[in-house]
């Protein structure tokens, strides 16, 4: 079946109506922003399973310790957003509603059944789409996810002696 260009736009206009239609949906039913970035529900959920496929060779493998990683790593996003300039901080909140909004994060990442249901391999899958994605927005989403999760968790102690970092000089702190 050969689709028409007629029929193409027609789908554009129509996926892009959805998307709006659904994001104006999302912001009539959450409560208003407040003026700080807050990693809330769903957003939270979205970081707890993607920061698991951003480091996944660098977490420890017992699942107690791999949790409590995960949990300080999703602690030291928020905070390293917290202390992000106000627009960025919307920027940021705005990719965290659409992963969090079901229409979107079902189109965008091909993830389904929500956030805490998702396996590593999917996640991980979407993240290496989105890395090579033609999109250059895409591209730059998972470079903000990849740099937050990364940097929150080479910013704390436990994860320096996997890569030989002895810790700051003693003269220094």
Excluded: C
């Excluded at 239609?21 to 409560?31: E, K, S």
């Excluded at 229409?103 to 396996?119: Q, Y």
């Amino acid at each position: 079946m050969e689709t028409s260009r007629r029929s193409f736009l027609k789908a554009g206009v129509l996926g892009a109506l959805v998307l709006a239609a659904g994001g104006g949906i999302y912001r009539a039913t959450q409560a208003p922003n407040p003026e700080r970035f807050v990693l809330d529900g769903e957003a939270r959920a979205a970081l707890g399973a993607i920061v698991p496929a951003m480091l996944a060779g660098a977490l420890p493998a017992g699942a107690a310790e791999r949790k409590a990683a995960i949990a300080a790593t999703v602690e030291g996003v928020h905070t390293a957003i917290a202390n992000l300039p106000l627009a960025v901080q919307k920027e940021v909140q705005d990719l965290f509603g659409l992963l969090a909004l079901a229409p979107a994060r079902r189109l965008l990442t091909g993830i389904s059944g929500g956030w805490a249901k998702a396996s590593e391999s999917e996640v991980a899958a979407f993240l290496q789409d989105w890395r090579l994605h033609r999109l250059a927005l895409l591209r730059g989403a998972y470079g903000a996810l990849h740099d937050l999760s990364l940097g929150a968790w080479y910013a704390q102690p436990v994860s320096w002696s996997a890569i030989g970092y002895p810790g700051p000089l003693k003269e220094l702190s």
